[in-house]
T-cell receptor
Framework: AQSVAQPEDQVNVAEGNPLTVKCTYSVSGNPYLFWYVQYPNRGLQFLLKYITGDNLVKGSYGFEAEFNKSQTSFHLKKPSALVSDSALYFCAVRDIGGNTDKLIFGTGTRLQVFP | GAGVSQTPSNKVTEKGKYVELRCDPISGHTALYWYRQSLGQGPEFLIYFQGTGAADDSGLPNDRFFAVRPEGSVSTLKIQRTERGDSAVYLC???????????FGPGTRLTVT
């Protein structure tokens, strides 16, 4: 079965510092990995995805993620955090096969950026 | 262009009542998904439509839950005999094809009292 794990409930970082939000995955076959962000009282917004190709994926709002097959990880990163980046971040793996097509989400990591 | 819309944004109902939640996907998106997000959790898959048909409804928790998409566009999630445990945010998403990202609506917050 496909799954992702986000080991940190919360990540705190000072504005201007680099940030990392961790995600590890367990899949059978090729992984299709995604990061979404959720602001209060709003829906999920797509940040970036890995399907194939370069291991470093660039996405919206200056975020990037590094796909590491040997460590089965897909950590989200940003070189310089902003207070406005404070939100809930979800890693997800897409389960496609047979009749199914669905996202399987992690439990989320709350990012708090302090001024 | 317009994103995924969901109505109502909030729904409060009494235990045992019937509710309908509506999703308007992005125009032209053939795939539509429903998820449920409980407090402090990630979204959990409920059902996936490809066109008018439910291709995968394995995430529906029991037979009180049902969803339709009769014309391949708007979808309605129906919950019969609501229970307090059904309280959650119900999210709808659409996608143009399986390798593209899913675009989520703002959700419907359902509270069963």
């Amino acid at each position: 079965a496909q799954s992702v794990a986000q080991p940190e409930d919360q990540v705190n970082v000072a504005e201007g510092n680099p940030l990392t939000v961790k995600c590890t995955y367990s899949v059978s076959g090729n992984p299709y990995l995604f990061w979404y962000v959720q602001y209060p009282n709003r829906g999920l917004q797509f940040l970036l995805k890995y399907i194939t190709g370069d291991n470093l994926v660039k996405g919206s709002y200056g975020f990037e993620a590094e796909f590491n097959k040997s460590q089965t990880s897909f950590h989200l990163k940003k070189p310089s955090a902003l207070v406005s980046d404070s939100a809930l971040y979800f890693c997800a793996v897409r389960d496609i096969g047979g009749n199914t097509d669905k996202l399987i989400f992690g439990t989320g990591t709350r990012l708090q950026v302090f001024p | 262009g317009a994103g995924v819309s969901q109505t109502p944004s909030n729904k409060v109902t009494e235990k045992g009542k019937y509710v309908e939640l509506r999703c308007d996907p992005i125009s032209g998106h053939t795939a539509l998904y429903w998820y449920r997000q409980s407090l402090g959790q990630g979204p959990e898959f409920l059902i996936y439509f490809q066109g008018t048909g439910a291709a995968d409804d394995s995430g529906l928790p029991n037979d009180r839950f049902f969803a339709v998409r009769p014309e391949g566009s708007v979808s309605t999630l129906k919950i019969q005999r609501t229970e307090r445990g059904d309280s959650a945010v119900y999210l709808c998403a659409s996608s143009p094809d399986p390798l593209r990202e899913q675009y989520f609506g703002p959700g419907t917050r359902l509270t069963v009292t």
